[in-house]
């Protein structure tokens, strides 16, 4: 079955670090793929997403790619802020019309 | 506009009781999922609604879980006899279609969900 693998949290970081949040996922055919955030106290929102191989997805200055070679969709940013502390999810949309999730990845930007 | 909305926000009750929680989605949209987080994992997909009929319950863990959305709008997940495994956050969002087959590419909108602790 479909799944998809996300690195451990939390990651801690300083304001203005670089972020690299990995996923990688397991499907058949070519499905797409979203990163989901988790803002404290607050519901899912979608932070971004890739419907094909090679897309960019980017919003917030957040960007992944979408690399069918390597069967990844990482999340990266270039100068993090303490107002993206939050947990991030990686999901990839299936054949069973719900999306699959990873397990999260806490954030946590100290000032 | 509004968003999903799901009610109530937090609800505990006791082993073996009925839980009914409610999901109201985004006007329009046709696409209606549940999904279940238990703490410190990922949403898990329940059922999947296209209009008013379930088109995949397949995430359902067993029988003791329901769920309707009669007039293809409003929908109620049902939990009988609950236990203390149950206890979780279930989650509810829309979409304007659904898909069959590969690559969901519309955006799920997620409502804040509804926390039931079984005692």
């Known amino acids: 079955g479909d799944s998809v693998t996300q690195m451990e949290g939390p990651v801690t970081l300083s304001e203005e670090a670089f972020l690299t949040i990995n996923c990688t996922y397991t499907a058949t055919g070519y499905p797409s793929l979203f990163w989901y955030v988790q803002y404290p106290g607050e519901g899912l929102q979608l932070l971004l997403k890739a419907t094909k191989a090679d897309d960019k997805g980017s919003n917030k200055g957040f960007e992944a790619t979408y690399r069918k070679e390597t069967t990844s969709f990482h999340l990266e940013k270039g100068s993090v802020q303490v107002s993206d502390s939050a947990v991030y999810f990686c999901a990839l949309g299936g054949g069973a019309d719900g999306l699959t999730f990873g397990k999260g990845t806490h954030l946590i930007i100290q000032p | 506009g509004a968003g999903v909305s799901q009610t109530p926000s937090n609800k505990v009750t006791e082993k073996g009781k009925y839980v009914e929680l409610r999901c109201d989605p985004i006007?329009?949209?046709?696409?209606l999922y549940w999904y279940r987080q238990s703490l410190g994992q990922g949403p898990e997909f329940l059922i999947y609604?296209?209009?008013?009929?379930?088109?995949?319950d397949s995430g359902l863990p067993n029988d003791r879980f329901f769920a309707v959305r009669p007039e293809g709008s409003v929908s109620t997940l049902k939990i009988q006899r609950t236990e203390r495994g149950d206890s979780a956050v279930y989650l509810c969002?829309?979409?304007?279609?659904?898909?069959?087959?590969?690559?969901?590419?519309?955006?799920?909108?997620f409502g804040p969900g509804t926390r039931l602790l079984v005692l």
């Open positions: 609604f296209q209009g008013t009929g379930a088109a995949d």
């Open positions: 969002a829309s979409s304007r279609m659904g898909t069959s087959g590969r690559g969901s590419q519309e955006t799920q909108y």
């Open positions: 006007s329009g949209h046709t696409a």
